[in-house]
């Protein structure tokens, strides 16, 4: 069965920085696409960043040029490093893989 496993969720000041990981267990192939989505108190759940096999990610408008997805394929890895956050980042991210695995999220938290 297969596993995400998110870290690196916490409080930050505006400007601040913060990097989430996860890491997938359970298979022992390399996922077409990993990523991360935000939901938002009262919001849907949106894409932030994804990861395909080959090519560069593709990022949200709300996040280009301030967050970097970065991605292990071997280990099944990704990371996002988040730069200059605002209080609009708030929300909980989720790690997915190829659409249809979910990690259980981390809360991030942008206030000063």
């Known amino acids: 069965q297969v596993q995400l496993v998110e870290s690196g969720g916490g409080l930050v000041q505006p400007g601040g920085s913060l990097r989430l990981s996860c890491t997938a267990s359970?298979?022992?192939?390399?996922?077409?696409?990993m990523g991360w989505y935000r939901q938002a108190p009262g919001k849907q759940r949106e894409l932030v960043a994804m990861?395909?096999?080959?090519?560069?990610?593709h990022y949200a408008d709300s996040v280009k040029g301030r967050f970097t997805l970065s991605r292990d394929n071997a280990d099944n890895t990704v990371i996002l490093q988040m730069n200059r956050l605002k209080p609009e980042d708030t929300a909980v991210y989720y790690c997915?893989?190829?659409?249809?695995?979910w990690g259980q999220g981390t809360q991030v938290i942008v206030s000063s």
């Open positions: 997915n893989a190829e659409a249809t695995h």
């Open positions: 359970g298979t022992t192939f390399s996922f077409l696409s």
């Open positions: 990861a395909f096999s080959t090519g560069k990610p």
